[in-house]
């Protein structure tokens, strides 16, 4: 396994592993398969370009099969929000998960971060887990935040971790 920066080139790869994480588990995730579905190249390709934020990949044996996505965001210029993560089903329970989590911590740390945030959806109980397993600490929560394809609506959490 491998964990490393998507570059641009990737673009497509990295497409196709969030289309199909979002076929998976389209709870897990705020973005839909068909909004998503519907993204040209360029789109794409400006995620992957943007400066203020990266996305990381697992790759084992030269396939893409987990991602996760940090950005700095005007709202907290000086914590980063880390987002989009998703392992394959199939890898599941390999570590994948967590090297992505820290990759993007340790990225968040090299741009001089003390801390980094990270929105769940709240009934996704293995990710809330998850996030407390890695060091994260609930800070809000924000009810009814979220309006599902099914038209009800779900609260997410915002969580934190001091990286110092």
Do not use: C
């Amino acid at each position: 396994m491998e964990i490393r920066e998507a570059i641009v080139k990737d673009w497509e790869k990295v497409r196709d592993l969030y289309l199909t994480l979002l076929r998976e588990d389209p709870q897990a995730f705020v973005d839909t398969y068909e909004e998503m579905s519907v993204k040209d190249g360029d789109y794409w390709i400006n995620r992957l370009e943007k400066k203020d934020g990266k996305t990381f990949i697992a790759i084992d044996d030269n396939n893409f099969v987990g991602m996760g996505r940090i950005n700095f965001y005007d709202k907290f210029p000086e914590i980063p929000v880390m987002h989009k993560l998703g392992v394959l089903s199939e890898y599941r329970g390999k570590g994948m998960a967590k090297e992505l989590v820290k990759a993007r911590e340790e990225w968040a740390k090299s741009r001089g971060a003390e801390k980094v945030r990270l929105y769940v959806i709240a009934d996704n109980v293995t990710a809330v887990k998850f996030a407390e397993k890695n060091g994260y600490k609930l800070l809000e929560k924000f009810e009814n935040d979220i309006k599902r394809d099914n038209g009800k609506y779900t609260d997410t959490l915002l969580m934190e971790k001091d990286l110092i």
